[in-house]
C-alpha cells in the first residue's frame, strides 16, 4: 500500500494540521508527497520524505498549493504517474475546485481500469464548500478579522476628524462569509463595522453612497466592509476569472473610497487587507487548528482501510461530527451565505455572529 497526497489552491493558518492528521493516521503505511498543487501531480513531483512535526508547526504550507487548468491529457497523466509510483489511495486538500479535480481523477481511474481509492479534505477560508458547517481556515481567518476589524474601527474614532470614511476590502470572490466574519463584534460591541456588503447582496451605487451618507448624518463617521467581489464591474480585478488563475491585487475598496470622497464631499480611505487574512497564524482560532487535524486524520484512516469510504469528501457538522460525502455532491459547487443573513447592517447579524462566536473564540 502507497498513498499520495497534494494540496491545491491557496494556504491557510491551518492547513498543515490537515497534513499531520492526515501523517498520524497513515502511521507507517508508505506515503508519497506532491508537492507544489496540480503540477506537482502531473509532473510526478513526488517525495517520500516526511516533514517533522516542527516543520509542519512554522511552515505556511508545506504542501505547497498552486492552480492549474487541469486537460483532458493531464488527467491520464496524473493517473498514469500514480499507476507508475504504485499509488493505491490518494487525499487532496483543497476546496471546491479541487473537489472536482480530485472527482476527476477518480473518475479518469475507473475509466481506465484502475481502482483508486479518493478522500478530499476540505479546505478554504472563503467557507464556501457545500455539505460542510465550516471548512477548515475559515475559523481562523474569520478570527483575524474580528479582531483586526475591530481595532480599525477604534483606530478610525481617533481619526474621524481627518478621515470621515473608510471602506476595508476582505477576501471573498463569489461569497460573503469573510466580510460577515468581520462584523463580528461580541468581544468590544462598541467598535463594530457599520455596514457590510456582500456579493450575495444586489449592489447599487446610488443606494451604497446613500447609506453611507445616512451613517455619517448619524455618527459623523463611517467604517464600511466589503467583499472583493463586491461590484466587479466598478475594477479590472479578475475575481470572477476561471481557475483563479490571475492575481487579484484588490481595488474595488479604493474605488468605492474614491467615489464616496467625490460625491459627498468627504475624506476617504479604502483599506485592502490581502493575504494576510488566509496567513495570519498569530490570531489562529483554536477551534480551527483541531478540527482540520480531525479532518486530515479520518481522511488517512479512510485511505488506509481497504474498506474505507472512497470518492468522498470528509465533512463536518455543525455539532462536529465527521462523516463522508460524495465528491460528486460537492466538486465546483459554492456554499452561498444564506438570505437569513443578507443584512447591511451589523445589528441585524445576531444570529450569525452566534453561530461563529464559538469558531472566533475571542476573549
Known amino acids: 500500500m502507497t498513498i499520495a497526497i497534494a494540496q491545491t489552491g491557496a494556504p491557510t493558518a491551518v492547513v498543515n494540521r490537515s497534513l499531520a492528521g492526515f501523517i498520524d493516521a497513515v502511521g507507517s503505511e508508505p506515503v508519497l508527497f506532491g508537492r ?72 479518469r481511474a475507473t475509466e481506465r481500469g484502475s481502482n483508486l481509492p479518493t478522500v478530499g479534505i476540505p479546505k478554504t477560508i472563503d467557507n464556501d464548500i457545500v455539505r460542510i458547517d465550516h471548512t477548515p481556515g475559515f475559523a481562523s481567518a474569520a478570527r483575524y478579522l474580528a479582531a483586526t476589524i475591530t481595532d480599525m474601527v477604534r483606530d478610525h474614532e481617533a481619526m474621524a476628524s481627518v478621515e470621515k470614511l473608510r471602506i476595508v476590502e476582505v477576501m471573498g470572490r463569489d461569497t460573503g462569509w469573510l466580510a460577515l466574519a468581520g462584523s463580528f463584534h461580541d468581544h468590544d460591541p462598541e467598535h463594530a463595522a457599520d455596514l457590510v456588503i456582500t456579493p450575495e447582496q444586489p449592489f447599487d451605487l446610488d443606494a451604497f453612497i446613500a447609506d453611507i451618507d445616512d451613517v455619517l448624518r448619524a455618527k459623523g463617521r463611517a467604517l464600511v466592509i466589503v467583499s472583493e467581489g463586491v461590484a466587479p464591474e466598478l475594477t479590472q480585478q479578475p475575481v470572477k476569472a476561471q481557475n483563479h488563475a490571475q492575481l487579484i491585487q484588490g481595488g474595488v475598496a479604493r474605488v468605492l473610497a474614491e467615489t464616496a470622497s467625490t460625491r459627498l464631499g468627504i475624506t476617504a480611505r479604502g483599506e485592502v487587507l490581502g493575504t494576510a487574512q488566509r496567513c495570519n497564524t498569530a490570531l489562529m482560532s483554536p477551534v480551527d487548528a ?3 487535524r480531525e479532518l486530515g486524520a479520518t481522511a488517512g484512516a479512510w485511505l488506509r482501510d481497504p474498506s474505507g469510504p472512497s470518492g468522498v469528501m470528509a465533512s463536518l457538522n455543525g455539532a462536529g461530527d465527521i462523516a463522508p460525502f460524495p465528491l460528486s455532491e460537492v466538486g465546483g459547487r459554492v456554499r452561498h451565505v444564506p438570505k437569513e443573513w443578507h443584512a447591511a447592517d451589523p445589528r441585524e447579524l445576531r444570529s450569525f455572529h452566534t453561530w461563529l462566536s464559538p469558531l472566533v473564540a475571542l476573549p
Open 36 to 107: 507544489g498543487g496540480p503540477e506537482a501531480l502531473v509532473e510526478g513531483q513526488f517525495t517520500d520524505v516526511r516533514p517533522s512535526e516542527d516543520e509542519l508547526l512554522r511552515t505556511g504550507s508545506w504542501l505547497r498549493g498552486g492552480r492549474r487548468a487541469v486537460t483532458s491529457d493531464d488527467l491520464d497523466t496524473i493517473v498514469e504517474n500514480l499507476e507508475r509510483r504504485g499509488v493505491t489511495g490518494l487525499g487532496l486538500i483543497g476546496g471546491n475546485g479541487t473537489m472536482a479535480f480530485l472527482d476527476a481523477i477518480a473518475n
Open 290 to 292: 483541531r478540527e482540520a
